[in-house]
């Protein structure tokens, strides 16, 4: 008996996998704390220049009239009124009294000291290492090198996977990840708090990746792509707890140490979790194995036979391989393989982008980050109504563009109306962060619908890379409307991804819709979708190879 008869008989989503299921969908909502609580711990607030000595500079606001007297003698205004946040006049304050004013230098110098506006935030790690104004981009580098953990987590955490066991795997990375989430806490400076994020990074790709494959070797293929989306939600779950968490707890260190506690939480239960049968027999071990689907069986309220296992379940499998290259052997190919890398990466790119740039956008960005989370939730249900109604490539470039559209539109508001219209730019870019949330939802099935059996699992990879290079760029956009100063970089960030979003919606109308198309397996099969008609043999089809791309479905984001 095959594996997959195996499961047939256990039933697609019975409720042992709906126990394992649920259990091993908690990474995703301690990855999503740990991926962006760095839009609170490294949010720069409101700062200008600390006065000099000997006045005791110590607060943003003025504290009576002698204080605001110093504050507009020795601090230039910027273009919209607000102090400068990194010039200071070249003054002596003790020529100034508060009936005597004195002829303002207009000579600007670069400080070295600031205070800054404690109204928002008690402390963040950039306001405690003073990383701003020429340093300002240190703090993409520190988004950047969690996605570059990531991406090396993806592949190291994939190899030890296949090589030690998936619960093996998701151990040495929850343990990681408490011990690396708890030292960045009490990172001393920036270099130490890089290495920590790095690897964040590099064990949450690692956690999410090896809980994913053991779910997803038990799961029957009616339910993978389904229970990839509902994932999505536990994810979402994990940016609601981190929102209210920040609004309560507007210390950095002590932020990191809250959001770090529950996955000691989780350590306690995975314990429990068995390894991947399917690994146990690809190992040999199929005792092991038969005593997990036996309990597994009895759970479900199933039968199994007595002689669980032939020659037949444990041999390899012989099926042929294609080099992915293969794929650029034909215009036709070629032309669909670039444009799923590109999507691959504007997916990433906007929709990390756009996470980490609610903090730029004006307003009280605890009410944007939870309104961004609500349209992120309203999005991945969206796609469990339409994506088998719409279809792949229709609901897809819709998501695109509706997204990129909304991002671009936010010039207009930005540059034409006053600072009472702020709520059209949220509500644009709230728009733009449903189009890329949806997209990601959709973009692996449908490329993994349009990849041939004979490459599917190397071209997934391939696609991930390009994933992985979106989410490294990302931050870098995001944070334009910092280095760009006035009205312009406030959308200047939003522009960007909305332009890359059109971009990659009108270049995905050249691929041919997959819905009941017949999943192909040959490199010919490949060139022939969209030429003619199949039958539904989607759900048939997904077999084996099905297994080995649900390696690959959400690894981009977790």
Known sequence: MKFNNIIEILGDFGKYQK????????????????????????????????????????????RDVLHQLYVNHSIPRDTDGKWSSCKRYDVNLTEITERSLVHVNNTQDDCNSWVYDKSVFIDTFMTEQNIVCQYTIYRSHANMIMMAGRFVGSLGFGVFADLLGR????????????????????????????VCRFFIGFASSGTFMSGFVIVMELVGPSKRSRSGVVMMMFWCIGLFVLGLLAYFIRDWSNLQLAVSIPIVFLLSFYWLVPESPRWLISKGKTKKAQKILRKAAEVNKVKLPVNLFDEETL???KGGQTKVWQMFTSPILLMRTLIIFF????????????????????????????????????AYVLCLILLDRWGRKALHCTSMLLGGIACILT?????????????????????????????????????????????????????????????????????????????????????????????????????PETLNQTLPETIEDAKQIGRKSGKNKYRVNLTQNEEEQGKYELKEKF
Not at 45 to 54: A, F, I, T, Y
Not at 363 to 377: C, P, Q, R, S, W
Not at 483 to 498: I, K
């Open 19 to 62: 126990r394992l299921y649920y259990l091993l969908c908690l990474p995703a909502v301690t990855n999503a704390l740990l991926t962006l609580i760095s839009v609170f711990t490294l949010a720069i607030p409101d700062h200008r220049c600390r006065l000099s000595q000997p006045y005791n500079d110590t607060s943003y606001q003025p």
């Open 167 to 194: 619960k093996v795997a998701l151990m040495v990375g929850i343990v990681l990840q408490i011990a690396v989430s708890f030292a960045t806490a009490f990172a001393p400076n920036f270099t130490v708090f890089m």
């Open 315 to 317: 041999a390899k499998d």
């Open 343 to 378: 999507n691959w990466m504007v997916v990433s790119m906007v929709y990390y982008g756009l996470g980490l740039n609610v903090g730029n956008l004006g307003g009280d960005i605890y009410l944007n980050f939870t309104a961004a989370n609500i349209v992120e939730t309203a």
């Open 411 to 511: 010039i207009f508001p930005v540059l034409y109306l006053d600072e009472s219209s702020e709520w059209i730019v949220i509500t644009l870019s709230m728009i733009g962060k449903l189009g890329a949330s949806a997209a990601f939802a959709i973009i692996y099935i449908f490329s993994a619908e349009l990849y041939p059996t004979v490459v599917r699992n190397s071209a997934l990879g391939a696609s991930s890379l390009f994933a992985r290079i979106g989410g490294m760029v990302s931050p870098y956009v995001a944070d334009l409307g910092k280095l760009v100063t006035g009205d312009f970089g406030t959308a200047l960030p939003l522009l960007v991804f909305g332009g890359a979003s059109v971009a990659a919606g009108l270049l995905s109308l050249l691929l």
